[in-house]
Each structure stands twice: as structure tokens, then as C-alpha cells.
């Protein structure tokens, strides 16, 4: 027995809802994982242009101190005509060096806010959140570029130890500590956000292993009608028609296939008994036929014997007595009735011929 191929491809359009429902939850669940993973990765790249910082400060003191100790020799040297002047090549790099200096500095800072490639790491703009932090930074900057282009780069008469100690130190030791700030601040929504990217996986699987429990249920709901018609036939295959499927609320088609089929057992069941009613009926009939049939057969029997019985009496004494007439008419009539016996003769053998032809016992002999 097969299912109807309406009701057939109904339950599968209602699994592949089901399904699709599902993969949808995955994509989705992947998607907004993946969003916040991608936005942790940016924070990451983030926390370590803005950790640069600290790097590339430290670097532009250093080069200003590599100036300013340059300056002192070559004030040296003019003051003591022994010693040996400096190489004009090297006392005049210093100044390029501090400008370049500057410059990866603030292409790290201008960065950091506008994204872009910054030393090979593909960074996001700045989160709005931080743009008083990143504000603080860059006003600092100012504050750092403008005295070293005052103080250094004019070459004002004030002593070295005095402008790097009392002039750039401090702005530079301010910018990094803005800089720290911004660290600290992008690490802790970092964790943050790796603490909500943490929440979001752990309620996305149980949500994934709760919603793959009620499509199992779902699909197992529809499936079960399905399971219970094919055990149901199975039985009825075996011969057992005393079963029912039990019918789920509903007008859907599942509910009217189980209708169906129990409507179909029953309608074999009432044939059947109907049949085994006709076939008892048929056999009491055909057991009182064999009853008359061999009550007749005796019946014929005893009648051909008996008649048999007579005849052999009355044909022996007519053809004696046909001996003795003398008389035609006579002789006519006893013709007649010796013909006639010779006939009831003939019949009692057909009729005992019969009977043995019925029981079997005829033997026939060629001739």
C-alpha cells in the first residue's frame, strides 16, 4: 500500500519548511557570531595602533635627543678649534629624521580615527564612543608638534637639558598617557564585547540544540501517523484485521489517510465475516446435498436390486410358457411382456452401471 502522491509530497513541502526554517537559524546565528568575532578582531587592531603610539612617541624623543646631543657637539667644536668638525651630513639628517619621525606619528594618530592600511594591518574607523579620547589625543599631538617645531627644530638658545626637561618631556609623557587611556578604554570594550560574543555562542547553541529538539519533535509529530500506517499494514498483511490506527485531531491529510485506512480495515473485516456467514451457510447446504444424494443413491439401489430381483423369475417363466402356447394372439401378448421385462432389465443394469460409476467401481473390459 502506498501513500497518495498529493498527501505524499504535502508532508514533504512540511519538512522542507522545517528545514529551511532551520538552516535560516543557523545562517543567521553564524552571522551575527561572525559580526561580533569581526568586530572584535577591528578593536584588536585598534588597541594595537593606538599601543603604537607609545612606540612612535618614544621614537620621536629619541630622535630629538639624537638632535640635540648633535647640536651640543657642533657647539663644541666651535668652541675648541683642536677637535674635529662634525661631517655637515650627519648634523643636518636630524632634523629629517625628527620630521619623519612626526610624520609616522601623526599618520598613526590620523589613521587610528579615519581607518585605512596602517602598517599592514587593515584597520576600521573608530568607534564614535571614543572620539573624546581620540580628540584628547590628537590636541596633545598639536601640543607635542608645536614644541618641538618652537623649541627644537628654531633652534631657540635655551639649554638642551632644559627643553627636552621642561618643554617636550612633559607633552610627550601627556600623549602617551592620552594614548594609554585609549588602550585601556578599547581593551575593557574588548572584553566587553568578547564577554557578549561569549553570551551570544552559549544562548545561539542551547537556542540551535532547543530548536533542532522541536524540529525532531515536529518532524517525528508528522512522520508518526506514517510509522503507525506502516505497522497497522503490516498486520493486516499477516492477517490480523483487528487493528485501528489512531486518528490525530484534524482535518489535514494524514487524518484523513488514517480515516481512510481504518475505514478499509473495516470494510475487509465486515467482507470477510460476510463471506465466512455465505461459506458456513454454503457448507450446511452442500453437507445436507451429499446427505440427500446419498440417501437417493441408496434409495436407487435398493430400488434397482429390487427390481432386478423379479425380473429374472418373470423372463424364465415367460419363455417357458411362450413354449407351451399355441395360440399366435397368445404368443403375441406374452412378446410383449417379455420384451418389456428385457427392458426393465436393461434399465436396473444402467442404473446399477451408475452407481458403481459414482463409487468407482466400474471395471471396463476392452473388447
Excluded: C
Amino acid at each position: 500500500m502506498y501513500l497518495p502522491q498529493k498527501i505524499g509530497s504535502k508532508i514533504a513541502l512540511k519538512i522542507g519548511i522545517i528545514i529551511v526554517i532551520q538552516i535560516a537559524f543557523i545562517i543567521t546565528s553564524f552571522g551575527i557570531l561572525s559580526y561580533y568575532q569581526s568586530q572584535g578582531t577591528h578593536l584588536g587592531n585598534s588597541i594595537n595602533i593606538a599601543g603604537k603610539n607609545r612606540f612612535l612617541t618614544s621614537n620621536l624623543m629619541f630622535q630629538v635627543s639624537e638632535h640635540l646631543l648633535e647640536e651640543a657637539k657642533t657647539t663644541a667644536s666651535t668652541t675648541t678649534p683642536a677637535a674635529p668638525a662634525a661631517p655637515a651630513a650627519t648634523t643636518s639628517s636630524y632634523p629629517s629624521k625628527i620630521d619623519s619621525a612626526a610624520k609616522q606619528l601623526e599618520l598613526n594618530i590620523l589613521g587610528l580615527k579615519q581607518g585605512g592600511k596602517i602598517s599592514g594591518i587593515d584597520l576600521k574607523p573608530l568607534p564614535s564612543q571614543f572620539s573624546s579620547y581620540w580628540n584628547t589625543i590628537y590636541q596633545k599631538w598639536v601640543l607635542l608638534k608645536t614644541a618641538i617645531t618652537n623649541n627644537i627644530l628654531s633652534k631657540l638658545k635655551e639649554g638642551n637639558s632644559t627643553i627636552i626637561t621642561k618643554i617636550v618631556e612633559p607633552k610627550a609623557a601627556s600623549l602617551i598617557d592620552s594614548s594609554n587611556l585609549l588602550v585601556t578604554q578599547l581593551g575593557e570594550y574588548a572584553k566587553s564585547e568578547s564577554q557578549t560574543l561569549i553570551f551570544l555562542e552559549t544562548v545561539f547553541a542551547v537556542a540551535n540544540i532547543a530548536v533542532s529538539a522541536v524540529i525532531l519533535y515536529l518532524v517525528l509529530r508528522i512522520l508518526k501517523p506514517i510509522f503507525d500506517l506502516n505497522k497497522a499494514m503490516l498486520r493486516v498483511k499477516k492477517g490480523n484485521l483487528e487493528v485501528s490506527v489512531k486518528q490525530r485531531k484534524g482535518n489535514d491529510e494524514l487524518s484523513t489517510l488514517t480515516e481512510s485506512f481504518n475505514s478499509m480495515v473495516d470494510s475487509i473485516r465486515n467482507y470477510i465475516i460476510t463471506q465466512n456467514d455465505l461459506t458456513g451457510k454454503l457448507k450446511e447446504s452442500y453437507e445436507r446435498l451429499e446427505q440427500t444424494q446419498k440417501t437417493q443413491k441408496e434409495f436407487i439401489d435398493i430400488a434397482a436390486h429390487e427390481l432386478r430381483s423379479p425380473i429374472q423369475p418373470i423372463l424364465g417363466l415367460s419363455d417357458l410358457l411362450h413354449t407351451k402356447i399355441k395360440d399366435e394372439q397368445q404368443s403375441q401378448l406374452l412378446d410383449i411382456v417379455i420384451r418389456n421385462a428385457k427392458r426393465l432389465q436393461h434399465l436396473t443394469e444402467d442404473i446399477l452401471d451408475v452407481s458403481k460409476i459414482e463409487s468407482h467401481s466400474l471395471n471396463l473390459n476392452r473388447e
